[in-house]
């Protein structure tokens, strides 16, 4: 975008091919900024993906296969609050897959609970924060306390807060010197998974 990398825009992807067994069709889909909160190709643009492939088996009359054997979509159960192991477990019988760095408490899941995803795909388990419920899933938001990220670099200030399950939204978009101010005064709870703007400059001054 005016030829620089744009931030905060994406294009999803997802490509597919049937039969799976002798492959005829491959069919590939772009989506180009999509406009959801769970930004994947297994939930974005696998759905048409499957359309696509559904109306060339009909016109094409492949013997033997039906759009249903072909690309079949299960609803994500909630996940938050398992140990990682057992939450991996449970989307086995899904036929999808977990995957997590370490057998912790699933404190977020990407895609989110309630999300159709076809059947194959993976599932991202976040894990390792304190204070959530292990005995049983919860849809309870979750809190961290706000650093101070004054006198950091861009780098310090962004890894702090992804350590916390905070997004760090740069201001000015190519951030220089220090941070100067943040949105989010330092100390105050904070839901998991916000954002944060951090602005930057030459002075170490300010709240």
């Known amino acids: 975008e005016y030829g620089r990398v744009s931030s905060g825009n994406y294009i999803c992807s997802f490509i597919g091919f049937a039969p799976a067994d002798e492959p005829r ?3 590939l889909i772009l989506v180009d900024e999509p406009r959801v909160s769970s930004i994947f190709g297994s939930t974005v643009a696998a759905p048409f993906v499957r359309r696509v492939l559904e109306n060339v088996l009909t016109l094409k009359e492949v ?5 249903e054997t072909s690309y079949q979509t299960v609803q994500l159960p909630n996940l938050v609050g398992m140990s990682a192991a057992d939450a991996s477990a ?4 899904y036929g999808l897959e977990g995957i997590f760095e370490c057998d912790a408490v699933v404190t977020m899941q990407v895609p989110a609970a309630g999300q159709s995803v076809v059947i194959g795909s993976s599932v991202l388990l976040y894990t390792g924060l ?3 419920n292990t005995a049983e899933p919860t849809d309870e938001p979750y809190y961290v306390t706000m650093p101070s990220l004054i006198g950091k ?3 310090q200030a962004h890894d702090e807060l992804k350590q916390l399950g905070l997004t760090m939204i740069a201001d000015p978009a190519d951030p220089f010197g220090y941070v100067i101010g943040q949105s989010i005064y330092a100390g105050t709870q904070v839901e998991f998974g916000s954002s944060v703007t951090v602005y930057f400059g030459y002075s170490t001054t300010g709240g």
């Open 90 to 93: 449970l989307l086995a019988q």
């Open 25 to 27: 069709y491959l069919c």
């Open 153 to 155: 670099t861009a780098l």
């Open 130 to 132: 304190e204070g959530v």
């Open 63 to 67: 013997p033997g296969l039906t759009p």
